[in-house]
């Protein structure tokens, strides 16, 4: 049973943090909350996402799993003005999702959840630093490393206490280095790790600037990004494989 | 690194080759003028051309109005099948200025076409694909052997030949315009292409993986592409020749990446090493997830970094496990060709891995005689002994020793020197 009422807006953010990694994922409609986890197909990034019942206007579910084509389902709730209520309902014989906005109304098709690659263990990682930072600066940090690279580094200078994002071109070099003063927290600690713009670009585009974001990140370590969203009653978890240099 | 054991420049080769760049207009004026002398006694009265011909070339200027051709060798009939580019260039060690010899040997017989004319289900066209210019030029790129034809010429050859600075063409020879042309034979056609011919519901990527895993190259199947024989009814086109190469590799490699896709990794680092017309190949092997990388290191002097005085150009493309998203800005075919010749070698091995390509254009190269040189140099790197290193950067080190770039600025272009991708099971019950 999953019958849930959301707002446009709210439903649009949970589904694009998801979509940047992967096309298709499970959706667990548990009592307290809906959650996905999902893992792209090269095991790289990961994105483990909670939108708890108080996010919606009204939500009620017993636990059950569904299979959902990301793409299609973001295409529907894009149809929806972000001001707008969006009525979801599953129906259990059909195996089909029930989609009504604003006198639209769509049948979505579902997918057996047994075909959809399973969900991964988050990997346990105690990362040494940790940095709590507006999403607009991150955003800064990765447009501009765009430019010159197709990999970011982010480090912490531990002695000057500040964050690094940095990337080195062909020719050309980016720096963003953001003092204590600039950041929400700062916990300095041995962090130096280098990353795929191409995945951290996709991230990226699904946090919003005004988020606040969390950063865990250690040397040559997965890093880990976390930030709110809906009110505070949504909450994304995106881990990261770094690249690894060779000595 | 026990990289410098089992490498010896063969210095007498470069003195040679670069003695042969010296004299490179005279060399190819002369193949002009036998060309001339040739054409003069073959061609009657009335410009027919009795001839055979081993291939076809579309050209791509004016898309979708295309030049579409004919190559025959006048009056070299016997050697026909040598003209037509495939991997036996490299087995028979065709120089660069060979090639340009065997180009130049081949006139192309052209006519002006609007690609979609030749559509099966397409707008109406003036020509019709299944008799005429087209049908004749159709059967000769389905053919496996060169056919015999008549071409009628519309007044006398450009006697000039045509050197791109693109990387994936080879050069071609005297063009002339053709009024017509027809059989005189029933040409010889395999049955797998005859199959993908008259299936007009079969998509051309399929078709071409198909004619592939049957056993034709590369080379067969981009002709057979351009000639717009393959794919859905509808789709058929005339597909220019250089498109059709790149289209043909990307396709196949694609193909190849996914057949490893599950494989286990390589168990150790493995650095290869080829040579060929003034291009040197490492090829450097790495346990892993497939991950893949050309950089191109073109040196001052060589054909595409003229000025003797500028640094060493590099470009650069890469692609991780799940394929590129976006179009390869820099390296264009080379790419591709690189890619399938290492994803051959994957594939009969039944391996995967991450896979570092760099290319080293020497001031040798004087004239670019096609992507086929970049494929048949890395399907060939794999033969022999290889070196090996104990991790990534050894191997990297090892062949920047031999590159004239430093390390430091093989690390900023290239993706892969920078870093190889992790993923997360790599971290899974680790902790820090």
Redesign the interface.
């Known amino acids: 049973m999953f019958k849930a009422i959301v707002s446009a807006s709210t439903l649009q953010d949970a589904l694009d943090s998801v979509s940047v990694l992967v096309d298709e994922c499970k959706i667990r409609l548990n009592e307290e909350a809906l959650s996905i986890r999902a893992v792209d197909p090269a095991n790289v990034g990961m994105v483990d996402l909670t939108l708890e019942a108080a996010a919606f206007e009204s939500y009620e579910a017993d636990g059950g799993v569904i299979g959902v084509n990301l793409a299609r389902l973001e295409d529907i709730a894009g149809m929806a003005n972000s001001g707008d209520l969006i009525h979801l309902e599953l129906d259990e014989e059909t195996r089909k999702l029930h989609i009504e906005t604003d006198g639209l109304s769509y049948t979505l098709a579902l997918i057996d959840p047994d075909s959809i690659r399973q969900e991964p263990d988050i990997p346990d990682l105690d990362l040494p630093a940790e940095i709590v930072v507006e999403g607009a600066q991150l955003d800064r940090g990765v447009k501009a490393a765009d430019m010159v690279s197709d990999h970011i580094r982010l480090r912490v200078d531990e002695t000057a206490e500040t964050f690094l994002i940095e990337a080195e071109g062909d020719t050309d070099d980016v720096d963003l280095e953001l003092a204590r003063e600039d950041l929400i927290a700062l916990t300095a600690g041995s962090a130096d790790s280098l990353f795929s713009l191409d995945y951290l670009k996709d991230m990226n585009k699904a946090i919003p600037g005004d988020a606040e974001v969390t950063v865990e990140l250690g040397e040559e370590f997965p890093v880990k990004l976390h930030y709110g969203f809906g009110e505070g009653l949504g909450h994304v978890t995106y881990m990261l494989a770094p690249r690894i240099q060779s000595d | 690194m026990r990289l410098d054991e089992y490498l010896e420049f063969e210095t007498n080769e470069r003195a040679e080759r670069r003695r042969l760049a010296r004299e490179k207009d005279y060399g190819i004026l002369d193949h002009l003028d036998s060309f001339e002398r040739r054409f003069e006694a073959e061609v009657s009265d009335d410009a027919v051309v009795g001839s055979v011909s081993p291939s076809i070339f579309v050209g791509r200027s004016d898309y979708p109005n295309v030049s579409t051709g004919l190559l025959s060798p006048v009056g070299r009939e016997e050697r026909a099948a040598s003209f037509r580019t495939s991997g036996a260039w490299y087995d028979e060690g065709v120089s660069i200025a060979d090639v340009f010899e065997r180009r130049t040997s081949l006139l192309n017989a052209n006519r002006g076409v609007d690609v979609n004319d030749a559509g099966i289900g397409g707008e109406p066209g003036v020509h019709d694909a299944w008799d005429g210019w087209l049908g004749v030029q159709r059967e000769v790129a389905i053919a496996d052997r060169p056919v015999d034809v008549e071409i009628g010429l519309d007044g006398t050859p450009d006697l000039d030949f045509e050197v791109g600075v693109e990387d994936v063409k080879t050069p071609t020879g005297p063009r002339a315009a053709a009024r017509d042309a027809s059989l005189g034979e029933n040409p010889h056609v395999p049955r797998p292409v005859k199959k993908t011919l008259e299936d007009d519901d079969w998509r051309a990527e399929g078709a071409m993986t198909y004619l592939y895993r049957r056993g034709f190259d590369v080379y067969a199947i981009n002709t057979i592409l351009s000639a717009g024989a393959l794919g859905r009814g509808e789709d058929r086109r005339l597909v220019p020749t250089r498109w059709s190469i790149t289209a043909v590799d990307d396709t196949v490699g694609t193909y190849l990446r996914g057949s490893i896709r599950d494989a286990p990794s390589i168990d150790r680092i493995e650095v290869h090493r080829n040579e060929y017309l003034g291009n040197a190949f490492w090829v450097v092997l790495v346990p892993g997830?497939w991950e893949y990388e050309l950089v191109e290191l073109k040196a001052p002097g060589s054909i595409w970094n003229p000025d003797p005085d500028a640094g060493v150009y590099?470009a650069a493309a890469?692609e991780?496990?799940?394929g590129r998203?976006g179009y390869v800005e820099e390296t264009a075919g080379a790419y591709y060709a690189a890619r399938l010749g290492v994803l051959e070698h994957l594939h009969e091995r039944g391996r995967q891995a991450k896979v570092l390509v760099c290319r080293h254009v020497s001031d040798d190269y004087w004239g670019p005689v096609g992507v086929w040189q970049v494929r048949e140099a890395v399907r060939n790197a794999f033969a022999g002994e290889h070196g090996t290193a104990e991790?990534?950067?050894?191997a990297?080190r090892g062949v920047t020793e031999h590159l004239p770039i430093s390390l430091g600025?093989l690390?900023?272009?290239s993706?892969m020197a920078?870093?190889?991708?992790?993923?997360?099971?790599?971290?899974?019950?680790?902790?820090?």
């Open positions: 997830n590099l890469s991780g496990r799940e998203t991790t990534f950067g050894e990297v600025r690390r900023r272009k993706t920078a870093g190889l991708q992790a993923n997360l099971a790599d971290f899974a019950g680790r902790d820090e």
